[in-house]
């Protein structure tokens, strides 16, 4: 199959005119069907023509920039890649993809040669529906066969079809960039990301949570990727970290922190080394990192396990030293991750400080733990920038969890570790999150402040809906049970003010009312609609992962669910009496203290001591404040 000869491919010359059904079909259809038409001698297709020498009768899009020749020359164009990476060889070498997906942002192209203008306006409505489905970021394979067939592209329909994509993108005001070619015998095929950041949204946004043992580098790993400066070895990067004095003395992350990392259209970082702000970061970049640096130490684990249910992270970065190894709480943060089944990724530190044969040693026992029956992983040893690329793609699966090898003092590892940050995939899409902006806003209460010349300032995430300025929400529940009106008077995100913030975003809401009546755990709704009811009698359907004895009633466990954290009591257990380790059952607890606003369906997580549990609230009772007076 050296050419497209034998396929008699449509005459672009005559795209403009009428529309050719053949060009719907796919390559192994289109030869079927020649094998059972008359035999007649096929002219050579002008596809195999160089475009650059194009007649006026064969005319070239309104891209019709060479990109190839673009590349070549290290000039470069907006939304384009500068260079074109082709993929390593490898022993098992494989010409195939799975069949294309019918839904999700990719999107498999034998070919895109000069189309009509029918078949044009037909393409740009199906790259913005897989832009719609990749909230902003849609995967085009070129020279792929819908059954997954890697049949490749001559050089010069591949730069033609490029120029056709790059037609498709401007229409719609996306960028294009290749990621990397790879060869077929003569021929090539690629593969690249087009991006759209959605109308009403300034950058697409995510999540990062930063998990790992105390000790392990976690701060100073934040601090090079978000200020752009190595360490000097004695943990300078880690100070624009911490936000209390003791951190800074002892070294240690205690409480949870926010930074950003921004990407341009390209794929070049932009940190606070170009940017002086955190302002400046966001109008510069189409896609937002946001971090959540987390404490590691045993004693800050409950804050830990906060922050993994109340912000609802899109990733999970599980950070190991390559001198001390898989430690007890890096196998605790890996069990939280995995029953959260938030998709996650390993990057191994301090990589500079260890010989080779040591760093092996680590890397054997992270992937010895990715493979074990509690996690039952396919870890992925990035080594180049192809294992970026492949990592991202396969990010959301949550088989596959890629490691990276880093030195926050010599630099090693951290073009790879930026490259999969930028290629990351959105974790919702987009039609799920415009049904939860269309929602009643809801707001959780993860943080309070008291800022002089502004008073109650109320740190969170939205779950929901869309919060403005000026708007009414009710707040609660407190001691009785009940929810008081406030107003929103200013909204800040990214350190920066914004006039609404939208649901899966963090943000922070100054409050008219006193600090002393609000409390973490509380939420924040709309007063329209169904009014929201406290409990402090709950059910669920609970798995016990790990327990030494049996738990039986009264048990008494700490209990996370969302941004709530408080203490509760097993007050019954059915089908059964007592719950050993794997036991599943129906469980009915009681919050001791505040009552909280549940709703059913929330996932639930509770701990004590060595003991692990995971389920989802089936059944709420409302709240009765003369049963708690009494």
Wanted: hydrophobic letters at 40%; charged letters at 25%; one cysteine or more.
């Amino acid at each position: 199959m050296g050419s497209f000869e034998a396929f008699g491919l449509f005459d672009p010359s005559e795209q403009d005119d009428e529309l050719d059904e053949d060009m719907f079909l796919s390559a192994s259809e289109l030869l079927e069907k020649k094998k059972k038409s008359p035999a007649v001698s096929l002219p050579r297709s002008n596809t195999d023509l160089n475009l650059r020498k194009s007649s006026p009768a064969v005319p070239r899009s309104s891209t019709c920039l060479d990109l190839k020749k673009t590349v070549r020359e290290g000039k470069g164009m907006r939304g384009v890649g500068r260079s074109r990476t082709f993929s390593a060889p490898v022993d098992d070498d494989y010409t195939y993809l799975p069949p294309e997906p019918q839904m999700g942002n990719i999107e498999y192209k034998l070919k895109l040669v000069n189309p009509s203008a029918t078949r044009l306006e037909h393409l740009v409505t199906q790259m913005k529906w897989r832009l719609r489905e990749g909230n902003g970021e849609a995967i085009y394979e070129m020279g792929v066969e819908d059954n997954g067939i890697m049949t490749g592209l001559s050089e010069e329909d591949m730069d033609s079809s490029l120029d056709t994509l790059q037609e498709m993108a401007r229409r719609l005001g996306a960028t294009v960039q290749v990621l990397r070619q790879r060869r077929i015998e003569t021929r090539t095929v690629a593969e690249i990301l087009v991006r759209k950041v959605p109308d009403d949204q300034q950058a697409i946004d995510l999540s990062v949570c930063v998990l790992g043992s105390a000790d392990v580098g976690k701060s100073t790993l934040l601090g090079v990727l978000t200020q752009g400066e190595l360490d000097n070895g004695r943990g300078r990067a880690r100070l624009n970290m911490f936000r209390h004095l003791h951190e800074i003395q002892s070294g240690r992350t205690s409480s949870i922190s926010h930074e950003i990392l921004g990407f341009d259209s390209e794929g070049n970082c932009v940190d606070y080394a170009q940017h002086s702000t955190a302002e400046d970061i966001c109008e510069n970049s189409s896609k937002l990192i946001t971090f959540i640096d987390l404490a590691g130490h045993q004693k800050y684990l409950r804050t830990t396990i906060s922050a993994l249910t109340g912000y609802c992270p899109h990733y999970v970065m599980l950070v190991v030293s390559a001198s001390a190894g898989v430690v007890g709480m890096t196998q605790e943060h890996l069990g939280i991750a995995v029953a959260l089944e938030v998709p996650f990724f390993v990057v191994i530190t301090k990589v500079d400080m260890v010989p080779q044969h040591k760093l092996k040693q680590t890397i054997g026992m992270v992937t010895g733990i990715l493979k074990s029956a509690g996690a039952n992983k396919v870890p992925l040893v990035v080594q180049t920038s192809d294992d970026c690329i492949t990592a991202a793609c396969n990010s959301l699966k949550n088989n596959v969890v890629p490691i990276f090898c880093v030195s926050s003092l010599a630099g090693t590892g951290l073009r790879d570790i930026k490259q999969f940050l930028h290629l990351l995939p959105p974790g919702v899409g987009q039609t799920e999150a415009t049904k939860l902006e269309q929602e009643l806003p809801e707001f959780q209460i993860d943080e309070l402040f008291d800022v002089p010349g502004v008073g109650t300032v109320a740190g969170g995430l939205v779950t929901q809906g869309i919060i403005v300025e000026n708007m009414v929400l009710n707040v609660g529940p407190f001691e009785d049970g009940s929810f008081r009106l406030v107003h929103v008077s200013s909204i800040r995100r990214n350190k920066a003010a914004c006039r609404l913030v939208r649901a899966q975003q963090s943000a922070a809401l100054a409050l008219d009312i006193p600090l002393a009546q609000l409390r973490r755990g509380m939420v924040a709704t709309s007063p329209q609609g169904e009014q929201p009811v406290a409990c402090q009698y709950f059910q669920a359907n609970v798995c016990v992962l790990f327990h030494p004895t049996e738990i039986l009633r009264g048990f008494r466990t700490t209990v996370h669910i969302g941004n709530i954290r408080q203490t509760a009591i097993i007050e019954g257990i059915h089908p059964v009496k007592g719950m050993k380790s794997s036991d599943q059952a129906s469980v009915m607890f009681r919050f001791i203290k505040n009552p909280e606003f549940v709703k059913v369906g929330a996932r639930i997580l509770f701990r004590e001591g060595r003991t692990k549990g995971i389920g989802k609230v089936t059944q709420v009772f409302p709240f009765e404040y003369k049963e708690a007076e009494r």
